[in-house]
């Protein structure tokens, strides 16, 4: 990868797909009675809630996406699916780590029910991204 238009347009593609991912498991997660007690817990309106999931998940996804396209041989393993979930992973304990910090008065069961909520939206928009990588530019997948 050498253009850095190529790797905007492969970032924006990838990106996209990742962001309805993490945004299509949020919607998913949001039907279910613990999220329902969730965002009541912490007085969260449901549709600004899935307006908010959308584009952070975007965001999300531009940086796992950059990141996958310009370090991709320096990330170890072969499968490219496995190398965006350890990306996405990565940035889930960087976002964990300063929501945690940041509500220390409120660490509770709630704030673990979140990071539970996380692992399943960020485990979506890491394998969709690496299986489009893989999809779109031919890349043998293999564990």
Known sequence: MTGSKEIRMKTIKLAV?????????NFLISLTPIAAAYRTTLSISYNPMLVES???????????????L?????????NSILKSVILTFIALVIIEAFTTIFNLGNFSV???????INVLRFLALGIVI???????????STI
């Open 70 to 78: 310009r370090f991709f041989d320096k990330i170890p393993t072969k």
């Open 130 to 140: 690496g299986y489009l990588y893989d999809r779109l530019w031919s890349v043998p």
């Open 17 to 25: 797909a990742g962001g309805l991912a993490f945004w299509a498991v």
């Open 110 to 116: 709630v704030l673990l029910v979140g990071a539970g």
């Open 54 to 68: 959308l584009v952070g998940g975007l965001i999300i996804a531009c940086g796992v996406s950059y990141f996958l």
